[in-house]
């Protein structure tokens, strides 16, 4: 194989923003480039995106990437596997029409390489695009579940700890200033008090958010 080709890497979660995990697939994936003796001409990247079918967060380097394929660019695509490049089947059956259109190659690291142009190579792509799909679609179901139970438990399930705690080791702590204001709160509002009332006096009385921003009824509600 010899031609031009571009890098797609993605990964859904980086916490530490540091895009080591793009950066190792892009590495490999050039080896895979070396090894087939193309050349690389572009790298597309999402840092912290998912691709699964209940993301509704944008991609644009995928869709860059597609762009650019389609205007006939490069005719080989590279990633680490199958699923960094989506888990949407539909965003499958997209792939599997520009090779067709276009006789761009897709190759990958952990995945293989799969004919699109032959009707076994496009049945073997689509179930694989499938089970994909299933993975992340179980995953998500799971952690709502999880999250519900914790609710349900009257536990915390992570994100910035509510006002009235400090978290502590993942685990919430009473913070005493921030607990004094809430009992005030709530006394003042069974007492018949407006939120816009206690908004009101907390703002003159210079008492901020944790932000150090003025109330508002939204944020205090």
């Given at each position: 194989?010899?031609?031009?080709?571009?890098?797609?890497?993605?990964?859904?979660k980086d916490r530490e923003g540091q895009q080591q995990g793009v950066a190792r697939q892009e590495q490999l994936a050039r080896e895979v480039a070396k090894r087939k003796g193309l050349e690389v001409v572009a790298v597309f990247s999402d840092n912290d995106i998912s691709a699964s079918t209940r993301s509704t967060k944008a991609r644009p380097g995928y869709s860059e990437m597609m762009q650019r394929a389609r205007s006939g660019e490069?005719?080989?695509?590279?990633?680490?596997?199958?699923?960094r490049l989506t888990r949407r089947p539909q965003e499958f059956n997209d792939l599997i029409e520009l090779a067709e259109a276009k006789k761009v190659t897709i190759a990958t690291v952990a995945s293989g390489e799969f004919d699109l142009n032959l009707a076994s190579g496009r049945a073997v792509a689509r179930t694989v695009a499938a089970w994909d799909a299933a993975e992340a679609e179980q995953t998500s179901e799971r952690i709502k579940a999880q999250k519900q139970q914790r609710a349900a438990n009257g536990q915390w399930h992570g994100g910035a700890a509510p006002f009235g705690y400090t978290a502590q080791d993942k685990r919430l702590i009473p913070n005493t200033s921030e607990v004094k204001l809430v009992a005030e709160a709530v006394k003042r509002v069974l007492a018949?008090?407006?939120?816009?009332?206690?908004?009101?006096?907390?703002?003159?009385?210079?008492?901020?958010?944790?932000?150090?921003?003025?109330w508002r009824q939204t944020n205090l509600r």
């Open positions: 194989m010899t031609g031009k080709a571009a890098i797609y890497t993605r990964i859904s490069f005719s080989a695509i590279l990633a680490y596997s199958y699923s018949g008090d407006s939120l816009h009332s206690v908004v009101t006096d907390w703002n003159s009385r210079g008492i901020t958010t944790r932000f150090d921003k003025h």
